[in-house]
C-alpha cells in the first residue's frame, strides 16, 4: 500500500503524527501540550510542524468554533511499513539479512513476538536463496566494484 503524501515525514513531524494516531481527532492546543511535555519543543515549533503536515497532506483540518482539530486518514502501520520499505531499499540487498538480525537484537520483544520471528524464519527458509543477488547501482556498492573491477 503506497501512503498519497507529497513528501516524507520527519522525525519530528512523527511525533505530531503520534499524538494524533492516539486521538481520533484532536485539537493544536492538544499536540502542543503532548510535545512541549515530552520533548521541550516551543509552541510555535510544534505549530510550524502541524503546518507542515497539513500541507504534505498528512493531516486534515476541520474548524470548530475558535478552534482547529486536527485529524489524518494515514495509518501508522501503514506508515511504519512504507518508511520501512523506503530504509530497506536504501541498502544493499545482501545487507538485509545482517540488518534485520541488528533490529533483532536491539529490539525488546514478547515470547508471542519470538514466536511470530520463529514462524516466519520458518518459513523463509523453504525459499531461501544460497547468496542474495546484489542489487545496487554499479558505484552505490561496494560488492560490485569488488565484482567488477
Ligand atoms: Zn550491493
Known amino acids: 500500500m503506497t501512503i498519497e503524501m507529497d513528501k516524507d515525514i520527519t522525525n519530528a ?70 518508511t520501512l520499505d523506503h530504509f530497506f531499499h536504501n541498502i544493499c540487498s545482501k545487507d538485509i539479512g545482517k540488518t534485520i538480525g541488528v533490529l533483532i537484537d536491539e529490539a525488546i520483544l514478547s515470547h508471542e513476538d519470538v514466536a511470530l520471528l520463529k514462524e516466519k524464519l520458518i518459513q523463509k527458509e523453504q525459499v531461501a536463496y544460497d547468496t542474495v543477488p546484489c542489487n545496487c547501482v554499479k558505484g552505490q556498492c561496494q560488492c560490485q566494484c569488488q565484482r567488477h573491477g
Request: glycine share 6%.
Open 13 to 82: 513531524e512523527w511525533e505530531v503524527m503520534r499524538v494524533v494516531w492516539a486521538q481520533t481527532e484532536v485539537p493544536s492546543q492538544v499536540i502542543i501540550d503532548v510535545l512541549m511535555d515530552k520533548r521541550g519543543w516551543k509552541e510555535p515549533t510544534i505549530k510550524t510542524l502541524i503546518g507542515r503536515l497539513v500541507k504534505k497532506g498528512a493531516l486534515k483540518t476541520r474548524k470548530e468554533g475558535r478552534k482547529f482539530l486536527y485529524s489524518t486518514d494515514i495509518k501508522e502501520d501503514a506508515l511504519v511499513n512504507e
